[in-house]
Nanobody, 129 residues
């Protein structure tokens, strides 16, 4: 049974940093893109960042570019999101997700939540002003 578990969320002041982790179990995702999405209250789930199976393709939402860094460790079957210079508008529940299709690299495809097959339960990030 595939399971994704996020950790690292919390309450931080504006300008601060957090590092989110997502540990996958149940199967290896070394050949799959892994991504982060977020959902604020009353809003749709939005794309944040994604990283291809090899790490060679990394895509960020414009709103986080230059502040967030996504990485992965295939040996640990994990994906990470380093978030710096946090803003109140970054407040949301953050979800990691995995695309079950092997070797996906299309940018538009990887930005779309419905193309991801496995999801974690989410971790809350709250940024105070």
């Amino acid at each position: 049974q595939v399971q994704l578990v996020e950790s690292g969320g919390g309450l931080v002041q504006a300008g601060g940093s957090l590092r989110l982790s997502c540990a996958a179990s149940g199967r290896s995702f070394n050949n799959n893109a892994m991504g982060w999405f977020r959902q604020a209250p009353g809003k749709e789930r939005d794309f944040v960042a994604t990283i291809s199976w090899s790490g060679g393709i990394i895509i960020y939402a414009d709103s986080v570019k230059g502040r967030f860094t996504i990485s992965r460790d295939n040996a640990k079957n994990g994906v990470y999101l380093q978030m710096n210079s946090l803003k109140p508008e970054d407040t949301a529940v953050y979800y990691c997700a995995v695309d079950a299709t092997y070797y996906s690299i299309n940018s538009r495809y990887l930005r779309t939540p419905s193309n991801y097959d496995y999801w974690g339960q989410g971790t809350q990030v709250t940024v105070s002003s």
